[in-house]
């Protein structure tokens, strides 16, 4: 079976680890640009957005490094306490690894190549503290030392030098130093540039062209300028040449007249410094600004101060901007081949976000956004395949599936998502929260419509719905399901059903809506009647549970756990049917049924993605793209698309295979999900100016239920859509007119001043009538 299991393709990837320090990097062709993607490196056209990916580290990716001539892309990784950390040397252009070595404890904080392509410098973390140089001709390691003094603090980051292709520069807390490689014996030569008094934690260095001098950038927000004093020629001896501190540079403040201005220090530190061709700096601070810096010819004396202040205000922004989130990376991107001949900046954030940066306006454009921790749940619009939902650490995102754009993101600080869905009507976004709160916002603005607090004193942990609405079933970590009854003007609790004596994993609503099963990390799994609100069967096995889901038709449902094993179970006797072994190693996390019951998809520790096929219990294609292990996986409604996220906080997009598709599933999706990519100029937008489409009809409509409007687009979401349940109001709209006020009908509205309902612009603004 192992040989006729096929590569299962990838429509979009959507994903970029923002925490690596340096970690988003231009190839010198402006053709490429390469950043990290959990334990994966991936190599992206700039145009296309076509990803490589280099494979082949255990952990997550720290940090990255491209060869001056574009030859080598250098990458390395953290690892658990006690364990060796990998540094790999990767071809650029076969994408294959060429060279590596397991020489750092821990952690590899830092990478560069030397200018001519010879040697590799890696730099440990805290808890290694050495510098290691790979020579890249000779595939082996050829010298190590320490990377700090011991009266001194650890080194943090490294830059090679410009034209000496022997020396680099390493800094780090109260430490600045300048080595050399000696070519015959492979020593490494150091010296310390004299801070004297100044105590700075260096966070970045950047060196001139011409290596004459360089800055570093400080926690404390300013710049050292020291000077290497190297002679031009690359073979001159530097035995006479001796590093000096030139000065403690800051940002100029408000000019005040006959005054020195005071110096202003970046909020967070500085995390990024370049030098540009005219000599003007670039720099980005940990508060998300960035500045284009010129120095200031000051004329005149300034009157001395009775206090000498630790650092001279030098530089003036002549350019300014602010972004969300510290500024990780920036990358200058200069190419005629660009469009209209423009020069762009490439910001990366912390909160995984790269932007495009025009140098002539300034303006920022958001080019990849995804979440920056693992993500916990996929939903999809019932009967819509064009927009899924995400959730994980601290907000939900709504995305187009065929841009693979952010079209909506709503944002609860501190706090985790771990479930989440779609109403059946499509006019509410349930999730379910570690705070023990279940919320419910509008799929277009992200408002809030009700909370429903303390549902579960642990945290809630799963989540679903009936398909009217009506009733909602959560799960805790204390081990509870509980059953609401939903209304627009209050949420009650019908019954608390307590059997389980673990973490409650994952909840699915049976396919006719009278029953519900409920899985565990226990070892159980129950299925409930929601009738009678009662136990109806429950089926043990020697595994945590980890994801449950019922067959289409309700007679089957299928669970997954950390046996590595799905389990097919009848659902009437709870007996079961068949086992299969689907991962070599590690949990299952994720599993769904497509909508005809035909196929299932599963994800697991094991970082793949595998499509089976229900009946055969056999596995045809799988996936190979993601850096994490893999959360959830979830089928489109039209079933001509799967998507699953990992614990990488990336969401990949992945093609049913033609031999799966057939003419009544939608072929409009499948028509656009194979459209040609867009240009560089579309993909520059902000993600929100796009609308997409919703797709994809239902396929299995409930007889006699009303028709809905599928489009989420075209969706009202003001107070009376919201509260459209009314009967009230349905009588007063088919008649078409409003009963009187007096006419002692009593409405099944609640009073206007309940916190549960949510208000329309209009009704906000005063006008109630």
């Given at each position: ?26 190839h ?39 060869s ?18 990998s540094?790999?040397?990767?071809d ?24 001519d ?23 082996a ?81 300013d ?6 004093n ?109 469009q ?143 059953v ?5 003007e ?13 973490p ?5 609503v ?11 990390t ?62 070599k ?48 996986c ?8 799967v ?16 031999q ?10 499948r ?22 489409k919703g ?22 979401t ?52």
């Open positions: 079976m192992a040989s006729e299991v096929k590569n299962l393709e990838a429509y979009g990837i959507i994903g970029f680890d923002g925490s690596a320090i340096r970690g988003l990097k231009i010198p062709d402006c053709e490429h640009i390469v950043y990290p993607m959990g334990n994966k490196v991936c190599i992206q056209e700039w145009k296309t957005k076509k990803m490589y990916f280099l494979s082949g580290h255990s952990n997550s990716v720290s940090t990255v490094a491209i001056p001539k574009g030859t080598y892309v250098g990458s390395g990784q953290i690892n658990h306490i006690g364990f060796k950390a540094a790999k040397v990767w650029f252009n076969k994408r294959v690894q060429v060279g590596s070595h397991e020489l750092h404890k821990v952690r590899v904080e830092a990478l560069t190549f030397s200018s392509e010879r040697y590799m410098i890696s730099l440990g973390g805290r808890d290694d503290g050495c510098v290691v140089l790979w020579d890249c001709l000779a595939g390691a050829t010298g190590t030392a320490a990377a700090a003094k011991l009266t001194t603090g650890d080194a943090i980051t490294l830059t090679a030098l410009n034209l000496r292709a022997n020396s680099y520069v390493t800094g780090g807390d109260s430490n600045l130093r300048v080595w050399n490689i000696r070519a015959e014996s492979k020593n490494l030569d150091v010296v310390d540039v004299s801070l004297g008094k100044l105590r700075r934690t260096v966070r970045c260095i950047a060196i001139s062209r011409d290596d004459a001098f360089g800055y570093a950038g400080t926690t404390t927000g710049m050292i300028k020291f000077s290497i190297y002679p031009p020629d690359p073979f001159a001896s530097i035995a006479h040449c001796k590093p000096a501190l030139l000065g403690c540079l800051a940002k100029c403040g408000p000019w005040k007249r006959g005054r020195k201005p005071d110096s202003i220090c970046y909020s967070q530190g500085i995390e990024s410094i370049l030098i540009m061709d005219d000599g003007c700096l670039i720099v980005g601070a940990g508060d998300g600004t960035i500045d284009i810096l010129d120095e200031i010819n000051w004329k005149g004396s300034f009157p001395k101060g009775k206090i000498l202040n630790p650092n001279i205000p030098h530089f003036k922004a002549l350019k300014t901007t602010k972004l969300e989130g510290s500024i990780t990376s920036l990358e200058l991107m200069e190419s005629p081949k660009l209209g001949a423009k020069r762009l900046l490439l910001a990366g954030t912390r909160t995984s976000e790269i932007y495009a940066i025009d140098i002539g306006t300034f303006a920022p454009a958001l080019v990849v956004t995804c979440h920056r921790c693992a993500i916990n749940d996929i939903a999809f619009p019932r009967g819509m395949s064009g927009v899924f939902a995400t959730g994980g650490a601290g907000d939900v995102r709504v995305w187009a599936r065929d841009t693979c754009q952010e079209l909506l993101r709503i944002v609860v600080p501190n706090f985790t998502c771990s479930a989440l869905l779609f109403s059946g009507d499509g006019k509410s976004i349930v999730s379910a929260w570690n705070d023990g709160n279940i919320r419910a916002f509008t799929p277009l603005t992200g408002r809030l419509m009700y909370c429903i607090y303390n549902t579960h004193n642990k945290g809630t942990s799963a989540l679903d719905m009936t398909n009217d609405g009506r009733t909602l079933i959560s799960g805790g970590c204390e081990g509870q399901v509980r609401w009854d939903i209304r627009p209050s949420q009650t609790l019908k019954k608390v059903l307590k059997e389980h004596k673990s409650v994993s994952a909840i699915q049976s396919p006719n809506n009278t029953e519900a099963v409920s899985a565990g226990d070892g159980s799994c129950i299925i409930w009647d929601l009738v009678s609100l009662s136990r109806r069967q429950v089926m043990y096995a020697n595994t945590l549970f980890m994801c449950v889901c019922f067959e289409p038709r309700g007679c089957q449902l299928l669970t997954g756990g950390t046996d590595r094993r799905v389990a097919y179970w009848e659902t009437a006797s709870g007996n079961l049917a068949r086992e299969l072994e689907a991962s190693a590690g949990a299952i996390n994720g599993l769904d049924i497509s909508s005809d019951g035909e196929l299932f998809v599963t994800g697991g520790n094991d970082q793949m993605v595998k499509l089976w096929r229900y009946q055969e219990g056999v596995y045809t294609h799988a996936g190979l793209a993601h850096a994490g292990a893999v959360t959830c979830r089928f489109s409604p039209a079933g001509d698309c998507v699953s996220c990992c614990s990488a906080g990336c969401v990949i997009v992945w093609k049913v295979p033609d799966y598709i057939t003419k009544d599933r939608a072929p409009a999706d028509k656009s999900i194979t459209e040609s990519p867009k240009t560089l100029q579309d993909e520059l937008k902000l993600p929100l100016s796009e609308k997409t797709s994809g009809d239902r396929q299995f409509k409930l007889p006699g239920a009303p028709s809905k409007v599928e489009k989420i687009e075209a969706m009202d003001s107070r009376s859509s919201i509260h459209s349940c009314c009967p009230c109001e349905a009588t007063a709209r088919s008649s078409n007119k409003t009963p009187p006020k007096n006419s002692g009908v009593k409405c099944c509205k609640p009073p206007d001043d309940l916190p549960t309902r949510t208000t329309s612009k209009q009704y906000v603004n005063g006008d109630k009538k």
